[in-house]
């Protein structure tokens, strides 16, 4: 499975990131290790939501739209809580 994933950083609430990865507990322990350029300086951060996709081809078409402007839009409203 191929999972796309929504975490907030617990310290900064405005701070949010959109990731893809096959091994979810790992991808989350590696953005609170600072194992992560982009989001170092935010951490600890905390999984909002996520949707598993069974291809890398349809995870990464969905991560694509959610990081475009009406994506963006769409996770707002229906996926952040």
Same mark, same amino acid.
């Given at each position: 499975?191929?999972?796309?994933?929504?975490? #907030?950083?617990?310290?900064?609430?405005?701070?949010?990131?959109?990731?893809?990865?096959?091994?979810?507990?790992? #991808?989350?322990?590696?953005?609170?290790?600072?194992?992560?350029?982009?989001?170092?300086?935010?951490?600890?951060?905390?999984?909002?939501?996520?949707?598993?996709?069974?291809?890398?081809?349809?995870?990464?078409?969905?991560?694509?739209?959610?990081?475009?402007?009406?994506?963006?839009?769409?996770?707002?409203?229906?996926?952040?809580?």
């Amino acid at each position: 499975m191929h999972y796309v994933y929504l975490i #907030r950083s617990t310290s900064y609430h405005d701070q949010t990131y959109i990731g893809l990865t096959s091994d979810l507990k790992v #991808r989350l322990k590696k953005h609170n290790e600072g194992g992560s350029p982009h989001t170092r300086k935010y951490k600890p951060w905390k999984l909002v939501t996520y949707m598993a996709f069974s291809t890398r081809e349809q995870a990464a078409a969905f991560e694509q739209y959610l990081k475009s402007g009406s994506g963006r839009a769409f996770a707002k409203r229906r996926l952040w809580s």
